[in-house]
């Protein structure tokens, strides 16, 4: 968790998934450490870790390494987080919003603004302003995360089905790739910008359960978001059952369409009720074999 004064807003989480070299990881984390990230996620890094090569291109930004948590696929990498924003240069098959950084950083800014108990503002100076600032705190329920892809192949359709929103820079189209350090700080530098300029901006579009107050007892969680680990086990559940029924009649095409319905429910950004609901749809099902 952030310590510093220096961002107004707690940062989203930064996930790489399968990084290849070392030297990209530490690249990254500093990128972080300028714009006052500080949680480091690693989906299976090619090389392992830790890994020797990270540190030096890290420069002040060892604390980063030191605290990187390591996971095996996106799913457990996304145990509390609630919104997901994945970063990619290639066309999808898949149906979802695309945002630019700028638009997808201001976002990400104002819901967790709003979703910030008033008891963490607290007054301290910072640098150009003297005024209350909101201090770093992710307890609060709502937590993004910018996932950024391997060197080589970015990310999977399985893994861009699981994101709400994708992010594409507009950039050159006939050289629009980037180095993964280059991508992780130009969605990190987005968002310390938005940070600053969040009250001048018009309001985004929020769903209802974004906008009430900190969640403080069950029947309030059961409004908040689900996670991306509250969908994917709830996906293993449902596609076991269609598998049971006998929806899948084509076995070839049944990993797309398997993509297809997680899309759908992902779009549908179900809270924790909602999931629990078609829980229960799930297990009436399995009763009736």
């Not at 790489?16 to 990881?25: D, E, F, H, R, V």
């Not at 690693?42 to 291109?57: Q, V």
């Not at 993509?259 to 629990?276: D, G, I, P, S, Y």
């Amino acid at each position: 968790m952030n310590k510093s004064s220096f961002i107004l807003l707690p940062a989203p989480v930064i996930i790489l998934s399968n990084p290849q070299l070392g030297a990209n990881i530490g690249a990254a984390a500093r990128a972080m450490k300028n714009c006052g990230f500080s949680e480091l996620r690693l989906i299976k890094p090619r090389d392992g870790w830790p890994n020797p090569e990270a540190l030096p291109m890290a420069a002040h930004a060892s604390d980063i390494l030191e605290n990187v948590t390591l996971y095996e696929d996106l799913a457990s990498a996304c145990f509390d987080i609630t919104q997901l924003y994945a970063t990619t240069a290639r066309p999808r098959e898949l149906q979802k919003t695309v945002l630019n950084p700028r638009t997808a950083s201001q976002q990400v800014a104002r819901h967790t603004k709003l979703q910030l108990p008033k008891t963490n503002l607290i007054t301290e100076s910072h640098q150009d302003a003297h005024e209350p600032y909101t201090k770093a705190d992710n307890s609060h329920g709502y937590k993004a995360a910018f996932l950024f892809g391997s060197e080589r192949v970015g990310l999977t359709n399985d893994e861009i089905v699981l994101a709400d929103y994708i992010v594409e820079a507009a950039l050159n189209p006939e050289s629009n790739s980037l180095n993964l350090a280059q991508a992780v700080m130009i969605m990190c530098w987005e968002f310390l910008m938005a940070t600053g300029d969040i009250d001048n901006k018009p309001d985004l579009p929020l769903k209802k359960e974004l906008s009430e107050p900190a969640m403080k007892n069950k029947q309030e969680i059961l409004k908040g978001a689900a996670t991306l680990a509250d969908q994917s086990y709830f996906f293993e559940r449902f596609d076991k059952l269609l598998e049971e029924k006998g929806f899948f009649t084509a076995e070839e095409k049944a990993p797309t369409v398997k993509r297809n319905l997680r899309n759908f429910f992902v779009k549908a950004q179900l809270t924790k009720q909602e999931l629990l609901t078609w829980h229960g749809i799930v297990t009436l099902f399995n009763k009736q074999k």
